[in-house]
């Protein structure tokens, strides 16, 4: 037999009025009778003290109570007993706050202000959080302080409030959990808060894990405490105390104080599994009465828990205090409870259970029946062909597993706290795999799934009549056919939502979802939906295209990968290729078994659906609605869908407007599409906010990846055609004079931060380029390619060397056999593919191309040119030839800008003693020729090995300008990072315009992928915004950076950083995933995952 034994404490009170003279003569009969209690026992292994400690929350109450404690801890030292030490806080252990302070009156309004609950839970940092832990400092400074003095308190895990926590130990052969909850965190002033309190099952699920049933399963006891006792919660809170904090055979017992009487209770509902409660008699309590005198009421309560194999007991000593006739007190049982005669406990068999919870369903049945059986459910006969006609088979999709991780997360702790959670997908984008990955994460795999049909659902009595005609029996007979089942998934398929349907489809879904779960309380419900609710209480879960990080983990972890794709530049295709759409990744690798990727057709518009894959209702249904109408808006609306699903990247409302002079674009049409969820706004640039930025960034209106494969579907080819040309005319013009072509200017500049902005019209010209050569063309091949030269030379022109590389490369991929008839248009791109190649540090790819290249006929400009790169790449590669490549380059133009830039080549390979000096020379004759490029490289390579110069922080500075001015990103944002480095080397504080330049040339790199510039710049602002304590961009720089380190194979790189987050923000892991914001979200997921490799 096992044994776990526990002293219950409740309500000392100290600092409490006549506390410090009464005390002490109850101090020794408390002593002498818990001597002889505890021997009945058989000892002690836990003290529970459930609140009240103080009186105030004094500092100075705190340490009179520690003075007791250390007290009574040397008494049971004596007896040869060391129990553990665990409590919460109670209303009187925290320092009232000012009760006019705005933060204190909206707290008072919880219930009728539901925008402060929604706040508090949801941010961490909001003034509502710390308003409360402010009020609990001295209560949370304390229990950190007692750690040392001595006292064996039990380590916790720490919760949201402070109070919330949890301990999980041994005591000989026993395992106890304990789970301390706050109660009292509304309790913040006077009057009456009877019914007023909240507990929130966030509380719990943050002390467990998120997964209470889990935690709880792995010991033989499990305490909940708490300070009040479940009536005082508002209704609200206790009708969700009983059903999702403390559901039967959750806890072995509640336990809590509060109340200063004694009582213990055993309750069991409808005959179900029960529900132990235990309320602790005050050991210090003042009861004041109506006439005005007080009465002292004192008491404790010792118990003891026995576990045999089959079978276990639960003793309670309930003692309070009795004054004789001789006027002198002493503890007798309380006979309030059933104390056994002869003995002075109780004592009554108790289930050691932590099996899934089960409700009484008889009661229910009624409910549901009034609602929606036409026939008496008590008298229908259970029949599993019924299920069977739903039953909904999700096939193996490991690939799944690895990504999506914060939404996985999120769902699952959804469902652990509803059990009905919204799936908010689209077509495409991988719904069983997302679905897939939860069950198995939650270890679900063996528990059945069914399917129903919402797509037609508009109201309740329509969809019960017609249920029937669908699936064979009624709605009520689907309900207890399903409860037979036991642990079980249903889907609601195509759930309705409000954004399409009226406003009250929502809450009637979630309805119909709730009434499904008071029956069968072992159900899940995922309502899957393609319109996100706007309305509703249950949490909503979106999934989206997968980024290239996530493209990068479903390619590798896929059956079907090949190992010539493993790398970044074939993972980047990929993920350009189908937008991060699973299903047009998993047709991807499929052709890739018997083709290469440079084989699929490069940006191709048309991409027929699989007759395996099912448009959704809500999809087709809206599509067709605008399509079809004779209505000259939605005409309007049509067109401009059709347009968008062309431009695959997005465009501004103001590019497109007089696409079709006949139908202008106004702001109506893109509102329309919006509200039918077609299309989603995105901004042009930026990761990081930067307070230079402009203020309004460029919003782009994108259709979504599935609106547009389904649009493209019903489009004929002429149509597309037709659009295509028409499209060509928002990026590109010709000069009527010389009928040569030019990029348009796009409000004042020619290309954003991210490009977007340009690779519309990139796409346009691969199409072109495409179907030309299909066609063999020649012209339109020939026009083409000059087209896709002058793009690539804008790119090339803006220093956007990633996006200049891949360009070249589809473009030459695209045109294929046909390249080599169309000489000067091929090898000005070649050239700009080997440029932009040297830049983004594939040297060996960019030399093997100059040396071809080199061997043409060239004018003398581009010779030099050629040249200059040439003995760069070789300087890059260490090869000594870049010395003869330069000279061969001041001997064909000895006084050209890049000559100087050919000169500081051959010094930098030489080991002169004057390199210094021949350098600065040349940096002189740069700036005295006006050459700026030249002479920035010039400085930027003396910083590199001489950065201790007195001067080298000035002309930096001056290279950011000059760069700047001369629109030269590259060297803008190295001397900015160089800048940064040294200043913080030498612990000089960088100014805010530093610090914008900082991060502009973080987001610079970060579209380019430069990796050791890369690093360095994320290095720099981690410092800076480190130093200053700013949380939010940290978790912002984190989540980018991250991004690229894992499209890399690099995730070591995560690990100190995770690390140093923890540090500056040691409660961020603390927080809800379900109601935190992206990058916090992210952040989680990636520090769960970063400690499992450890």
């Not at 040309?725 to 954003?752: P, V």
Request: proline share 4%; glycine share 6%; net charge neutral.
């Amino acid at each position: 037999m096992k044994e776990f034994k526990w002293l219950h404490l409740t309500d000392l009170h100290v600092g409490q009025h006549s506390h410090n003279w009464l005390w002490p003569n109850l101090k020794k009969i408390f002593i002498d009778d818990l001597e002889r209690i505890s021997k009945n026992s058989d000892g002690l292994d836990a003290i529970i003290f459930s609140g009240d400690i103080t009186q105030k929350g004094l500092i100075s109450e705190f340490d009179a109570f520690t003075a007791l404690l250390l007290d009574l801890y040397e008494k049971l030292d004596k007896w040869g007993y060391k129990p553990g030490f665990f409590c919460v806080p109670g209303n009187h252990d925290l320092v009232r706050p000012d009760p006019e302070l705005q933060e204190s009156l909206l707290l008072k309004r919880w219930k009728t202000e539901p925008s402060v609950s929604k706040q508090f839970w949801k941010n961490e940092t909001s003034s509502y959080r710390k308003h409360i832990d402010a009020a609990f400092q001295n209560y949370t400074n304390w229990k950190g302080k007692i750690k040392t003095l001595g006292i064996p308190i039990l380590p916790t895990k720490n919760g949201i409030i402070p109070g919330d926590v949890s301990a999980s130990t041994k005591f000989g052969e026993v395992s106890v959990g304990f789970i301390g909850l706050n109660s009292t965190f509304l309790q913040l002033g006077d009057g009456d808060y009877n019914q007023q309190l909240d507990l929130d099952i966030r509380q719990l699920l943050a002390v467990t894990d998120e997964n209470p049933d889990e935690w709880c399963s792995q010991h033989d006891v499990n305490f909940l405490v708490t300070h009040h006792p479940t009536g005082w919660l508002n209704p609200e809170a206790k009708k969700n105390f009983d059903t999702e904090i403390y559901p039967p055979e959750r806890f072995t017992a509640h336990i809590f104080g509060h109340m200063h009487e004694s009582n213990s209770q055993t309750i069991s509902t409808g005959g179900g599994p029960s529900r132990k409660s235990v309320q602790g008699p005050s050991i210090f309590g003042l009861e004041y009465l109506a006439d005005g005198t007080t009465a002292r009421l004192h008491g404790y309560t010792v118990g003891k828990i026995s576990i045999e194999e089959n079978s276990a007991e639960w003793k309670l000593w309930p003692r309070i205090t009795h004054i004789r006739g001789d006027g002198a007190r002493n503890f007798i049982p309380d006979f309030n409870h059933a104390i056994i005669p002869g003995t002075e406990h109780t004592s009554e068999p108790l289930k050691i259970s932590t099996s899934s919870i089960t409700r009484d369903s008889q009661q229910l049945i009624s409910d549901i029946e009034r609602q929606i059986t036409v026939t008496s459910i008590n008298e229908v006969t259970v029949n599993s062909g019924f299920l069977e006609a739903t039953k909904y088979n999700i096939n193996q999709a490991d690939q799944h597993i690895g990504i999506r991780v914060p939404a996985q997360q999120a769902c699952i702790a959804a469902i652990a706290l509803e059990r009905m959670v919204w799936i908010c997908t689209d077509w495409g984008l991988g719904t069983d795999g997302f679905l897939y990955s939860v069950v198995k994460s939650m270890g679900y795999q063996e528990n059945p799934i069914y399917r129903i049909d919402l797509g037609n659902y508009i109201k309740r009595s329509e969809f019960l009549e017609r249920f029937p005609e669908l699936y064979g029996c009624s709605f009520s007979e689907y309900c207890k056919n399903l409860l037979q089942v036991g642990p079980a998934i249903l889907i609601f398929d195509e759930a309705p939502s409000d954004n399409i349907y009226e406003s009250n489809i929502v809450s009637d879904v979630e309805s119909l979802g709730n009434m499904v779960l008071d029956f069968c309380p072992q159900v899940t419900i995922l309502a899957i939906t393609r319109v996100p609710p706007t309305t509703g209480k249950f949490s909503k879960i979106s999934l989206t295209p997968l980024d290239e990080v996530e493209t990068r983990a479903y390619v590798l972890s896929h059956k079907n990968c090949q190992s010539d794709i493993k790398n970044p530049s074939s993972i980047s295709e990929i993920h350009k290729l189908t937008g991060g759409v699973p299903s047009k990744i998993e047709k991807v690798l499929k052709s890739l078994r018997v083709v290469n990727l440079s084989d699929l057709q490069v940006g191709g518009l048309i991409t027929n659906p699989s007759e395996s894959e099912v448009v959704p209702r809500a999809l087709s249904t809206a599509i067709e609605a605008i399509f079809n109408s004779l209505d000259s808006n939605l005409k309007r609306t049509g067109l401009m869908l059709k347009l968008l699903c062309i431009l695959p990247h997005g465009e501004t409302l103001q590019k497109i407007r007089r696409f079709d002079s006949e139908y202008i674009f106004y702001e109506t049409q893109a509102v329309t599409l919006l509200e039918y969820d077609l299309i989603e706004i995105r901004n042009g640039f930026g990761v990081i906010p930067n307070a230079s930025s402009r203020e309004n960034k460029i919003k782009l209106l994108f259709a979504k990846a599935a609106v547009r494969e389904y649009v493209l579907s019903l489009l004929s080819e002429k149509e597309i055609d037709s659009l295509t040309k028409k499209a060509m005319s928002l990026y590109f013009e010709e000069n009527r004079s010389s009928g040569l072509w030019k990029i348009k200017s796009r409000e004042g500049f020619k290309i954003s931060e991210d490009v977007t902005t340009l690779d519309n019209g990139h796409e346009l010209v691969l199409r072109i380029l495409s179907l030309a050569v299909l066609n063999s063309q020649n012209s339109r091949i020939k026009t083409a390619l000059n087209l896709a030269q002058i793009y690539c030379a804008e790119l090339l022109t803006g220093k956007h060397y990633r996006s200049c590389t891949a360009a070249c490369d589809a473009v030459l991929s695209t045109a294929g056999t046909e390249a080599s008839n169309y000489g000067n248009e091929v090898l000005s791109i070649r050239y700009m593919l080997a440029k932009s190649s040297r830049m983004q540090g594939n040297h060996q790819r960019s030399r093997q191309i100059l040396e071809e290249l080199i061997e043409h006929e060239w004018p003398k400009d581009l010779k030099i040119s050629l040249l200059l790169n040439y003995a760069l790449c070789l300087q890059s590669l260490d090869d000594p030839g870049a010395i003869k490549a330069a000279e061969d380059l001041i001997k064909l133009s000895p006084k050209s800008n890049a000559a100087i830039q050919a000169r500081g080549i051959i010094i930098e390979l030489s080991t002169q003693d004057d390199s210094k000096a021949k350098l600065l020379k040349l940096e002189e004759q740069a700036k005295k020729n006006g050459a700026i490029t030249v002479r920035n490289n010039l400085i930027l390579s003396r910083a590199d090995s001489y950065s201790d110069d007195s001067d080298i922080l000035g002309v930096l500075q001056e290279v950011v300008s000059s760069s700047i001015k001369d629109r030269d990103p590259y060297n803008a944002s190295r001397a900015a990072v160089k800048i940064a480095t040294i200043s913080i080397e030498r612990k000089t504080k960088l100014s805010n315009e530093n610090i914008n330049t900082l991060v502009s040339a973080y987001q610079y790199f970060y579209g380019q992928r430069f990796d050791t510039l890369f690093l360095r710049s994320h290095k720099a602002l981690w410092d800076i915004f480190e130093s200053t304590g700013d949380i939010q961009n940290l978790l912002s720089l984190f989540k980018h950076s991250s991004f690229i380190w894992r499209l890399n194979g690099n995730e070591d790189r995560e690990k100190p950083y995770v690390t140093r987050m923890i540090r500056s923000a040691a409660g961020l892991l603390k927080s809800n995933i379900i109601t935190a914001d992206h990058d916090t979200a992210y952040f989680i997921a990636r520090a769960k995952q970063v400690k499992k490799l450890k």
